[in-house]
């Protein structure tokens, strides 16, 4: 008896003193160890894992069997050794049927607790489809009414599908373009480059960027630019799906801006005035032949260059306008000045410079635009003008006769010579302030023949 005690409780003491009812409650705890171990396995084999080859949530709940297989031997083990410790007295029948009973009462709570968690994950289950329901019609959503062009084909080229605005952009409706060839709508000399698209994307797997021109149903070419992709299933590719923008308008802005700068561009080359663009260290950015021909120079040879590399000997002149410029934000306005040009070695040039700030096409800050007019041949036809002058006064003053000259619409006088005031004996500024006085000085019975004669030399 000590030995089949020692078996199943080690070390516990059996004597006399153990009564029945002392044994029964290690009994009693015997078996609830058990099928408490029993629990505790089954627990541990309630993996929640993602189902293989599943695209959603799913979970593998352990079978009922997987309980059965780990809590029955433990309870047979538990029941083993409390008839083992208890075989000599009747008592322990009642051991064995307390923990059946309390076998029947952990079954039902574990099977609560199985429909419980079948039911959070039926919840889930279905939480996951309504969200997969909502993403989807968002989808068809976006698709449809896009404004850009979206459609898919197949591996092939043939189109699978073609939202509202391809529709109405082609004339073609879905039944019509439903396996249809995606080439047969593109013209003619595109046809090449969007195959040799499909090709490079089938053969790398990287979307592909392209420009092509479609015909529609009544004839009209529209420019398109093509963005595709694969679509893989598996991790193979499927299908292509592309994007269609309409770039009829931007194509239209592109050639109104190359068309106003070729215009600008002619007006620079073209300038009788010097025009040039300088960063703000003084750099040429742009310069025109004008004035590159006064520096002595080509546009192309001096471009990059600063204003003391080119003029060095006027740099120091015109230098502090231009600073002036960037400093204040404000133009300097037909700024005067004069030197010897390299175009013109040992020849002073006159030239009127105007500088004014224009904003930098990089960074922030401004540029300078220069307007440079070489005034010195009409400071020299001034000069020989004002000579001119001074020759005709000396000659017109040496003469004895009056010389004079008057505006035809209303007769004042514009020049009298010195013999004005000997003749008439009147002061010149007198006939300038009465136009009528040389009138007066001509005798009365002269005057109205003298009269008419004038206004007919005038007329």
Known sequence: MKKLHTQAFGKFPLNNHHSFSNR??????????????????????????AAPGSSGPAIRIASAGSFFNSLVPATERGIRYALAAYKWHAGAWECLLGAVA??????????????????????????????EVAL????????????????????EGKLTSINRAAEELTGYSREEAYGADLITYVAKEFQETASRMLKQKLEDGRPTTYYVEIVTRDGRRVPLEINSRLIYEDGKPVAVQGIGRNISERIAMEQKLRLREK????????????????????????????LAQLAGSRSEQITGKTVRDIVPKLAPIIEPAMQQVLRSGSPVVNFAHEGEMPGAPGEVRHLISSYFPVPALEGEGSDIAVITVDATDRKRAEEALRESEERLNSILGSLRDVVWSVAPEDHRFLYLNPATETVYGRKVGEFYEDPDLWLKAIHPDDRERVKASVSQLIR
């Open 24 to 49: 029964r409650p290690v009994a009693h705890v015997a078996g609830m160890v058990s099928i408490l171990g029993a629990f505790v396995l089954y627990f541990g084999e309630l993996p929640v894992r």
């Open 102 to 131: 309390l076998l029947i009462v952990v079954v039902f709570l574990m099977a609560k607790v199985l429909r419980r968690r079948v039911r959070n994950q039926k919840q889930l289950l279905q939480e996951w489809a309504r969200r």
């Open 263 to 290: 215009r600008l561009a002619s007006f620079f080359s073209s300038a009788p005035a010097g025009l040039a663009i300088l960063d703000n260290r003084l750099r040429i950015l742009q310069i025109n032949e004008t």
């Open 136 to 155: 989807k019609k968002r989808y068809e959503e976006l698709f449809e009414n896009a404004n850009d062009i979206v459609f898919t084909t197949d591996l």
